[in-house]
């Protein structure tokens, strides 16, 4: 596994996926939350610290909609027999960022397109006090710097070839875990996701989704029809500007 250059400046990489009963973090909640911590292990090698997947119930009387049911394959049947509370869940994730509290000061968050799910997740997380120190990751941003259109997780997961090992299936266990070999194979690249770190790319034509989160310079990204080299990417580009 690689990631050892952002496991030298935290001390766990959380890849995370939600699905949501629809697009709106004010309105609609989570319905599933996944995530995988990696951490350095001895051996300096990283390894798997822990991980979750956990439904979220509805609020009493609320059902899905129907396309999101068909695009996710997941049911009111499933939400009410397998699913848990907010608060309950909210506190395992708290608990798989947070770690042990011991060793543990700074996390790494990282997403595909992670400004939508950061918004769910800090609706998720209101009220906890996660007492370590967060930054944020968003692949998707770093994809389009090394990809011509399409840019979606199932796009990245056939231009690195791991059609074979991983799965974009819209439920969020299967796509976390897609993101984890995405995000090796992007490590193994190029050693520059470090600097892609609180730095979010928004499609110029339609602004940034929903509000800012602080902590997160945007700046708007084409498209590019080939590989920018590193003095061209965004992180670069944007570097002296706040």
């Known amino acids: 596994m690689n990631l050892q250059t952002l496991l030298r400046t935290y001390d766990a990489v959380v890849i995370f996926d939600t699905e949501t009963s629809g697009l709106d973090a004010e309105k609609n909640q989570i319905i599933e939350l996944a995530a995988i911590r990696v951490e350095a292990a001895e051996s ?8 979750m997947d956990d439904f979220i119930k509805l ?29 309950d869940v909210a506190a395992r994730f708290h608990q798989l960022i947070a770690g042990n509290g011991q060793h543990c000061r700074r996390v790494l968050l ?5 400004q939508f799910d950061l918004l769910f997740v800090r609706q998720l997380l209101r009220g906890h006090r996660l007492g370590v120190e967060l930054a944020f990751l968003d692949t998707l941003t770093v994809y389009k710097d090394r990809a011509p259109y399409p840019h979606k997780l199932e796009a990245a997961i056939t231009h690195y070839k791991l059609e074979n090992k991983v799965k974009n299936s819209h439920r969020a266990i299967d796509d976390t875990c897609a993101l984890l070999e995405v995000l090796k194979a992007m490590d193994a690249e190029r050693e520059d996701l470090h600097t892609y770190v ?12 929903g509000e800012k989160i602080a902590g997160i310079r945007y700046h708007a990204q084409d498209f590019t029809k080939f590989k920018r080299p590193e003095h061209l990417t965004l992180p670069a580009l944007t570097k002296n500007r706040r």
């Open 44 to 51: 300096s090698l990283p390894r798997i610290a822990d991980s």
């Open 59 to 87: 609020p009493e009387g609320e059902l899905l909609d129907p396309k999101i049911v068909e695009l996710t394959h997941i049911t009111d049947a499933m939400l009410q027999e397998e699913g848990k509370t907010e608060a």
């Open 110 to 114: 990282a997403a595909h397109n992670a």
């Open 198 to 209: 609180n730095v979010f790319g928004y499609n110029p034509k339609y602004g940034i989704s």
